[in-house]
């Protein structure tokens, strides 16, 4: 394989010759898929070390409360501002609290970012793998002909064109983390937000999945690991060994619930 700028040449038989280029920019979002792995596995050790702060570490940003309140509040009752700001000590020092003023929007921002790129790369892998197949052998219009299908259904159904014994079961932990992973995308990249009047909801938006941070822990771990699996399976239940040159997983472990697919 020689590299060429965003260009990767590889050499393997076919019917319209020996050499097959094909562009390789997917190796961007590859790249920047591994990146975010160190920076995960960096913040998930962080949230596993994760040890509270005691109350009584809260005194400071409780006397700076009841000052701030006071001063703002000259007329107001002393002993209804002291229990108001202790409510709010109380509830800022809650375990949960600080946990979640630590980490939410840093892992929430991980967790957006890895579904975009997993989904982008997931996507990139089967077109390259179908369009190299197909140049290979000679037919290189025939892409065109499934190049809108859904990503779900071109990884179900378009490696048969490579290999007809080829199956990706609908049951499977494979085609249930791409499914999970082609709705999260689908919440985050064509938003619609959830409205109400008064407390009546009138349309029901787009909201992506309520999970607890432990799920969605695994499931990131699943979207990382995801296109490399996929690639992978492909690679075993079809005879185009040459599927997606270039695109290896390194860094990233196969995911627990992928490793029987």
């Known amino acids: 394989i020689r590299a060429l700028g965003s260009r990767i040449i590889t050499i393997f ?8 280029g094909y562009s390789a920019d997917f190796v961007h979002i590859d ?13 998930r050790k962080e949230m596993d070390d994760f040890a509270p702060r005691d109350k009584s570490e809260f005194e400071e940003e409780r006397r700076r409360q009841l000052d701030h309140y006071l001063a703002i509040n000259p007329k107001e ?32 921002g991980q967790y957006v970012t890895i579904v975009l790129m997993s989904s982008a790369l997931c996507e990139a892998a089967i077109n390259i793998t179908l369009a190299a197949h197909f140049a290979q052998s000679g037919i290189p219009d025939v892409f065109s002909l499934i190049d809108k299908a859904e990503v779900k259904q071109k990884w179900m159904h378009g490696p ?6 080829y199956s990706l079961p609908s049951g499977g932990p494979l085609y249930e983390a791409l499914t999970k992973l082609v709705r999260q995308r689908n919440a985050f990249v064509h938003y619609k937000a959830e409205m ?21 822990i695994v499931w990131v771990e699943r979207f990382f690991s995801l296109p490399y699996d996929l690639c992978d399976y492909v690679r075993k239940h079809t005879a185009f060994k040459a599927t997606l ?14 490793r029987n697919a």
């Open 13 to 20: 038989g076919g019917k319209m010759g020996a050499t097959l």
């Open 31 to 43: 790249s920047l898929l591994k990146r975010n792995w160190d920076s995960f596995s960096a913040l």
């Open 77 to 108: 009752n002393e002993e209804g501002v002291r229990k108001m700001v202790e409510q709010n000590v109380g509830f800022a020092a809650k375990p949960s609290t600080q946990f979640h003023n630590l980490f939410w929007d840093r892992f929430k």
């Open 160 to 165: 048969k064109l490579i290999s007809a014994q």
């Open 196 to 216: 109400s009047v008064g407390r009546m909801k009138v349309l029901s938006g787009s909201i992506s999945e309520r999970m607890t941070v432990e799920e969605e």
């Open 245 to 258: 040159l270039g695109l290896m997983r390194e860094k990233i472990p196969v995911a627990t619930a992928h």
